[in-house]
């Protein structure tokens, strides 16, 4: 059974920082690319950031680029966004997926065939 679980999410003011976990279990983590969306009430779940299998190329919305890094931990699972420089706009649920075709950049949601629950992150102004 594969499970996905997001952690770290919380309330910071803004500009701050925090760092997201997704610890996956039950999957080939190593052979998975890894992304980060998010979905904030009434709209859509966006593209956040995407990670290939190898760790060698990230994607970034450009809503976020040069504030979010990407990352992944082949050892232990896990793949983390460190987020700093929160603004008030980033408040929403985090999602990690899981995308079995190694791509990393895709942000079609079918495209990921692992969803964590999601972890919550508010930014307040």
């Known amino acids: 059974q594969v499970q996905l679980v997001e952690s770290g999410g919380g309330l910071v003011q803004a500009g701050g920082s925090l760092r997201l976990s997704c610890a996956a279990s039950?999957?080939?983590?190593?052979?998975?690319?890894m992304g980060w969306f998010r979905q904030d009430l009434e709209k859509e779940r966006e593209f956040v950031s995407g990670?290939?299998?190898?760790?060698?190329?990230?994607y970034y919305a450009d809503s976020v680029k040069g504030r979010f890094t990407i990352s992944r931990d082949n050892a232990k699972n896990t793949v983390y966004l460190q987020m700093n420089s929160l603004k008030p706009e980033d408040t929403a649920v985090y999602f990690c997926?899981?995308?079995?075709?190694?791509?990393?950049?895709?942000?079609?949601?079918?495209?990921?065939?692992?969803w964590g629950q999601g972890t919550q992150v508010t930014v307040s102004s």
């Open positions: 039950g999957l080939t983590f190593s052979t998975y690319a």
């Open positions: 997926a899981a995308d079995p075709y190694g791509r990393g950049w895709s942000r079609r949601l079918s495209d990921y065939d692992y």
């Open positions: 990670i290939r299998w190898t760790g060698g190329s990230t």
